[in-house]
């Protein structure tokens, strides 16, 4: 008998954020099903709206398998500081579909180069798996898109579920976005602390100490 053939998806949501996890995302399908996925209107994630994605990841787990792995805002500040982000995403994707048994892998390449990310990961999932590694692989294939949703879907649910606890509006949780800015401000000058799920590493830190007037996380409120 034959033996059954998948496909893994990989890729992540959050990466460029100053506030949460960054989420990584598999998603895995039996080789002649991945049609299906245009037919459903799987895509990149960015192109979607909340809703649609939502309703794209229940409809994903029926088609196929989902794995998550969620890089709280420590880990990355640690990541950060030692070599970057490549390799914390480069290890994440391979611990997703490392036991998953796959004839290929696609994968987003975080990397400027994207040949030099996919012979990282190709080293580390062994000569058995074919790999491929392309910029904005969510958009070209389907695969890929649907990792992105599972993603995607999964930060935005963290996000909400910490904008509820904490009674604030979060925004998207972007440094560009001033409702992020304004939220992480508004802790750390009545909490005097840097809040846990905020990125310490991003420049944005900078620009909340300088609107506080402060130098140093460590430096005494006046």
Not at 77 to 106: I, Q, T, Y
Request: hydrophobic share 40%; charged share 30%; proline share 5%.
């Amino acid at each position: 008998m034959a033996r059954e053939e998948y496909v893994v998806g990989l890729d992540e949501a959050g990466r460029g954020s100053f506030l949460g996890p960054l989420v990584v995302g598999a998603f895995r399908i039996r080789a002649p099903d991945r049609a299906q996925l245009r037919a459903i209107g799987v895509r990149d994630s960015k192109l979607l709206s909340p809703a649609r994605r939502r309703e794209l990841a229940q409809r994903l787990r029926t088609l196929g398998e989902v794995r998550l792995c969620p890089l709280p805002p420590t880990e990355i500040d640690r990541a950060v500081v030692r070599h970057g982000l490549n390799r914390l995403e480069l290890d994440a994707f391979a611990r997703l579909a490392g036991d998953w048994s796959a004839s290929m892998v696609v994968a987003d390449a975080c990397d400027a180069n994207a040949r030099r990310f996919e012979q990282a990961l190709a080293e580390r999932l062994g000569p058995e798996t074919r790999v491929v590694a392309r910029h904005r692989a969510d958009r070209t294939d389907p695969v890929v898109g649907a990792a992105s949703i599972v993603a995607k879907v999964e930060r935005d649910r963290w996000l909400a579920e910490l904008a509820r606890a904490l009674g604030l509006d979060l925004g998207s949780g972007y440094p560009s976005d001033p409702r992020s800015v304004r939220a992480v401000t508004d802790v750390f000058r009545t909490t005097r602390r840097w809040p846990d799920w905020a990125r310490a590493s991003w420049s944005t830190k900078e620009r909340v100490m300088a609107a506080l007037g402060r130098r140093t996380l460590d430096e005494p409120f006046g």
